[in-house]
């Protein structure tokens, strides 16, 4: 039941991100940075090298994939349950994270995104003392 309540609050976030993408983003930042006399403009910007780079990082997203799998004894008919858990989770992740990667790309230019931790780290409770606060925050 926590982790059906914990998962039920990563996608109302994840949804939640993507209607305010959408909703307050701008279309041109998909296609013009922030910056055009220091970066490179254009929808594909970075060339394939970008392209993979980006999809590596994603890839190691679905690592947990495999945890799915080691549920068939758990499950009635797994010849059955165990191929639709599995594609569907991943069809339904696919969409979410192509929604939520467009929405967040409509919000800023890709040259104003500032690096993760110094995203994290930008936030008051998350320096020294407050780590511990943010840790279990930031892990789920």
């Known amino acids: 039941m926590v982790n059906l309540v914990l998962t039920g609050v990563h996608v109302v ?3 939640f991100i993507i ?5 307050h983003g ?8 922030a910056d055009p006399s220091h970066n490179p403009g254009g929808f594909f ?6 392209v993979f780079n980006g999809a590596a990082m994603v890839y190691l997203s679905y690592i947990g994939y495999d945890a799915v799998s080691t ?3 758990e499950v009635q008919r797994p010849a059955r349950d165990i191929p ?4 569907g989770s991943v069809v339904l992740v696919t969409v ?3 929604l939520m990667a467009a929405s967040m790309s409509m919000l800023l230019p890709y040259d104003a995104v500032p690096p993760l931790a110094l995203t994290f780290f930008a936030w008051p409770m998350c320096h ?3 780590f511990l606060f943010c840790s279990p925050l930031l892990s789920l």
């Open 45 to 50: 910007p970075h060339g394939a090298v970008g």
């Open 96 to 98: 979410l994270y192509c």
């Open 13 to 15: 976030f994840i949804l």
């Open 26 to 33: 701008d279309a041109r930042n998909l296609t013009r940075p």
């Open 128 to 130: 020294s003392h407050g």
């Open 84 to 87: 639709v858990g599995v594609s």
């Open 71 to 73: 549920m068939a004894e």
């Open 19 to 23: 209607v305010m993408g959408f909703a």
